[in-house]
């Protein structure tokens, strides 16, 4: 076998025996408020929508203000007709900046954190 035959079946040895990257994570697919919208009215809740089901117990949303205030009701729900659906209620909320935090774990045993800010212009 020539060398420029051996090539492609080097390439294909190399992919096979490369370890397999973990892409079962739990991804945030969408949330309302959307991240960095600019709102006329406060909302009453937080929602988020991610790709796989989560578990409840170890999975929680939170909103606080710029001082540092938490603003939610601290009743995380994990939707169970949906369970990839995470919400949090909110108390009567200024106008100001509020930044959402979440901490999620899926299923698999992955867990996913993050978050992002929202405004409620006055």
């Known amino acids: 076998m020539s060398a420029r035959a051996a090539v492609p079946w080097l390439v ?4 096979l025996i490369q370890p397999a990257t973990a892409g079962a994570h739990a991804v945030l697919l969408k949330s309302s408020p959307a991240a960095r919208a600019v709102l006329g009215q406060a909302p009453a809740q937080v929602i ?3 790709n796989e089901r ?3 117990a170890f999975s929680a949303v ?3 203000t710029a001082d540092g205030a938490q603003v939610d009701q601290q009743d995380v729900t994990v939707d169970p007709e949906n369970p990839r ?3 949090v209620s909110l108390a009567p909320l200024a106008p100001g900046t509020y ?4 901490r999620v774990l899926s299923v698999d045993g992955h ?7 929202f405004t409620v212009a006055p």
């Open 62 to 64: 939170s909103v606080w």
């Open 99 to 102: 930044t959402v935090r979440f």
């Open 12 to 15: 294909l040895l190399a992919l």
């Open 111 to 117: 867990v996913t954190e993050g978050d992002f800010t």
């Open 48 to 50: 988020l929508l991610f």
């Open 54 to 56: 989560l578990e409840p």
């Open 85 to 87: 659906r995470l919400s």
